[in-house]
C-alpha cells in the first residue's frame, strides 16, 4: 500500500484500537458501578458466560459472582465507592484479546456502635477480557484482584449537624439510586439525603 490507502489502513487500525480501549474501560467503569448500586444484571453483563472472578481465596463464576459480591459488601458496609483510576490496557494482534490493569480504591463505610468509620483499600483489577461474537463488546473473562494496602479513618462527620444540614443526597444500592434517573432533572422526587 501506499500513500492515501496506506494512510487509510493506519487511521481505521488507530480508530478500531481507541474504540476498543473506551469499550474496554466502559466495561471496567460498569463493573465498578454494578458493585455499588448492587446490580446484578450489570454485574453479570460484565463476564463472558465462562468467566471467572477471583478475590483472595473466593473463586466465582460469572453466575455466581454477583450474589457473593452483593452480600459481602451488604455484611461489611452500609456504603461503598469502587472508584477506578489507573488503568493500563494491551489488545493482543488478534485484536479479540486484552490484558488490562486497572487500579482501584474501595471506600466502604462501616456503621460502629459509637458512630462512623470508613475503611478505604487500594488494589488492582487485573483482567484478561474477550471481544464478543459481534465484534464489538468487550467482557471479563478472568478477573484477578489484589489489595495493595488498606487503612480505617474516622467517619463521624457524616453525623454532624453541619453535615445533615448539607442535605447532599445519598447512594443506595439498587435502581432506585439518582444516578438511573432517565432524564435525569431536579424535581421533587423523595431521595434520602444524609
Known amino acids: ?18 474504540k476498543d480501549r473506551s469499550a474496554i474501560l ?11 448500586r448492587h446490580d446484578v444484571d450489570l454485574l453479570r453483563a460484565a463476564y463472558t458466560a465462562d468467566g ?12 455466581t459472582y454477583a450474589q457473593w459480591a452483593n452480600a459481602t459488601h451488604a455484611a461489611a458496609a452500609e456504603l461503598h465507592t469502587h472508584n477506578i483510576t489507573t488503568h493500563t490496557c494491551e489488545i493482543d494482534p488478534s485484536g479479540d484479546t486484552a490484558h488490562c490493569e486497572s487500579y482501584v480504591l474501595v471506600g466502604l463505610l462501616l456503621r460502629l456502635r459509637d458512630g462512623a468509620a470508613v475503611q478505604l483499600l487500594s488494589g488492582r483489577y487485573v483482567d484478561r477480557l ?8 468487550w467482557r471479563i473473562a478472568l478477573r484477578r484482584c489484589t489489595v495493595d494496602w488498606s487503612c480505617t479513618a474516622d467517619a463521624s462527620a457524616l453525623n454532624s449537624r453541619f453535615f445533615k444540614e448539607q442535605g447532599f443526597l445519598k447512594g443506595v444500592r439498587d435502581t432506585d439510586d439518582v444516578s438511573y434517573d432517565r432524564p435525569l432533572r431536579l424535581d421533587d422526587t423523595p431521595r434520602q439525603r444524609w
Do not use: C
Open 1 to 18: 500500500m501506499y500513500g492515501h490507502d496506506a494512510e487509510l489502513a493506519r487511521l481505521r487500525q488507530d480508530v478500531r484500537y481507541l
Open 26 to 36: 466502559d466495561r471496567v467503569a460498569s463493573h465498578a458501578r454494578g458493585h455499588d
Open 52 to 63: 471467572t472472578d477471583e478475590h483472595g481465596r473466593h473463586v466465582n463464576s460469572a453466575s
Open 130 to 137: 474477550e471481544r464478543d461474537a459481534d465484534g464489538e463488546t
